[in-house]
Structures are given as C-alpha cells and as structure tokens.
C-alpha cells in the first residue's frame, strides 16, 4: 500500500533530536556509525534485511544513502539521520516506509547507538507523536519491536 501522508516534513527537533532527510553528505559519519552497531543492526533488523552486511563498505553505504533520498524524493519511504540536540553527531536512523498490512497506515523503524539505548523508547514516542501529529499517521506499525516480525510476516500473507 502506499504511503499517503497529509504532509511530508524534512527535519524535526526536540530537545533530544534533530533529524534530517537521508542524503549522500551523511554518509561518512552515518557509515561509522552503522558499522559501531553492526552486530546490533543485524538482529534488530534479522528476517527484515541482511543489512549491514559485515563487508560493507563508505561507497555502499553512499549508495544506500542515494536511494533513501530517491526513495524520499519520490514519496515511496522517508529516511532520516539522527543527530544530537546540537546537530552535531549522528546518533541512528528513523526509517518511515509503506505497510504491507491492511489496517498499518505506515511502518515505523528506528534505532540508535548502542551507547544511547536508553533514549530508544523517548525517540519511539516522539516519533509516533511526529507521525500523527504532523503527517496524519494514526496507525505505524512497529515491526520487530511491538509487533513480532512471525506475526507481522503472518499478517502480510492474510492483507
């Protein structure tokens, strides 16, 4: 199903985080970081992605990185860096994309450093907030997080 937002937006901030729209001039310091948390990426994202793959290199991930912004351009999924506060490190990714599954206006992916776990569920409810409020996403689906990924692959079959 495609993604039909009221509005489609391109930076947030808060008092914990700034996000920008995925874009190449990123993709060395979201590189370092993907690669910090690669073991940790691996199961968040197991059954969903392969990503990131251990050899994976700057130049992938500037690939990578064109997509999303492709992706973001055309209105198929919306993906965002994760800075501080300050704008200055970048900290994980949020990750908007089209639900497969009747009943989820959109599917909500995010993740941070493994040194700021704590703050994953103040980024989640920000997020979901950010959603309804300003893009008219009611219902995200969480895959992998509040929705087991068996269930949702189940749920895909049955839409």
């Not at 700034?18 to 001039?25: D, E, S, Y």
């Not at 990123?26 to 073991?39: A, K, P, T």
């Not at 500037?62 to 919306?78: C, G, P, Q």
């Not at 103040?122 to 997080?145: C, H, I, Q, S, Y």
Request: hydrophobic share 40%; aromatic share 12%; glycine share 4%.
């Amino acid at each position: 199903m495609p993604l039909t937002p009221k509005a489609i937006h391109q930076y947030y901030q808060d008092a914990n985080f700034t996000l920008h729209v995925m874009h190449p001039k990123f993709s060395e310091i979201d590189y370092e970081l993907v690669m910090r948390n690669q073991v940790r990426l691996r199961q968040l994202f197991a059954g969903q992605t392969e990503w990131p793959k251990p050899d994976m290199t700057v130049a992938d991930n500037t690939a990578a990185m064109e997509h999303h912004l492709r992706e973001f351009n055309e209105n198929i999924a919306y993906g965002f860096c994760v800075f501080d506060a300050d704008n200055k490190e970048c900290i994980g990714t949020v990750y908007i994309d089209a639900s497969e599954v009747d009943g989820y206006d959109c599917e909500l992916h995010y993740w941070l450093d493994e040194s700021l776990i704590a703050l994953e569920a103040v980024l989640k409810e920000r997020m979901l907030t950010w959603l309804k409020d300003k893009w008219g996403f009611d219902n995200p689906a969480l895959v992998a997080r509040e929705i087991p990924l068996a269930q949702w692959q189940n749920m895909k079959k049955a839409s």
